[in-house]
């Protein structure tokens, strides 16, 4: 059984930084591709940034030169670096494991409020 539990998120102020992290277990991190994505209200999820089992990265545009994500494959744990952050960036965030079939697994969702 895969499980993943995020933490991190919180209220900030408008140019500030949070880092979101994502415990997994049930499953051998280190070849699945992990990502986080992100549902504000009335929008849907969006992919904010993903890491490949080797390390690779995308990012959504809107979030690029800001967030960083990256992966502890000793913790199985994958993290979510986000800084300059803007009201706009307010939202659910996710972690989710990829598999051959999609995006399978997720979290529970951490809150992230940016103030401006």
């Known amino acids: 059984q895969v499980q993943l539990v995020e933490s991190g998120g919180g209220l900030v102020q408008a140019g500030g930084s949070l880092r979101l992290s994502c415990a997994a277990s049930?499953?051998?991190?280190?070849?699945?591709?992990m990502g986080w994505f992100r549902q504000a209200p009335g929008k849907q999820r969006e992919l904010v940034a993903r890491?490949?089992?080797?390390?690779?990265?995308n990012y959504a545009d809107s979030v690029k030169g800001r967030f960083t994500i990256s992966r502890d494959n000793a913790k199985n744990t994958v993290y979510l670096q986000m800084n300059s952050l803007k009201p706009e960036d307010t939202a659910v965030y996710y972690c989710?494991?990829?598999?051959?079939?999609?995006?399978?697994?997720w979290g529970q969702g951490t809150q992230v409020t940016v103030s401006s």
């Open positions: 989710a494991q990829g598999t051959s079939t999609g995006w399978d697994y």
């Open positions: 049930g499953s051998i991190f280190s070849i699945k591709t």
């Open positions: 890491i490949g089992s080797r390390g690779s990265t």
